[in-house]
């Protein structure tokens, strides 16, 4: 199973990107999604993540900014961040579950600019 993110780049404080992450080698849809970050120089932390039932759960700093979304049919998980700010700075993992079994993307950069 692999997960490919894209979407990241480099982009002005008030500004908005999209990133999207793709499954492939797996006939099943994840229990579990959820979008992480690490800035420079800190722990990587959860950001937000999306259940099969369609729960979705975000960190107070991206609440009401960010929205995770899922399409199961393409099977690709979504982030869309709008209101960006120079602290959400940082390099972006997708994170997929099977039950036990755990799969990380390589990462995208996010860079804002204030």
């Known amino acids: 199973v692999q997960l490919v993110e894209s979407g990241g780049g480099l982009v002005q404080a008030g500004g908005s990107l999209r990133l999207s992450c793709v499954t492939s080698g797996s006939s099943l849809s994840p229990n579990y999604i959820g979008w992480y970050r690490q800035g420079p120089g800190k722990q990587r932390e959860w950001v937000a993540s999306?259940?099969?039932?369609?729960?979705?759960d975000y960190a107070d700093s991206v609440k009401g900014r960010f929205t995770i979304s899922r399409d199961n049919a393409e099977k690709t998980a979504y982030l869309q961040m709008n209101s960006l700010k120079p602290e959400d700075t940082a390099v972006y993992y997708c994170?997929?579950?099977?039950?036990?079994?755990?799969?990380w993307g390589q990462g995208t950069q996010v860079t804002v600019s204030s």
């Open positions: 999306v259940t099969s039932g369609g729960n979705t």
């Open positions: 994170n997929a579950r099977w039950g036990l079994a755990s799969v």
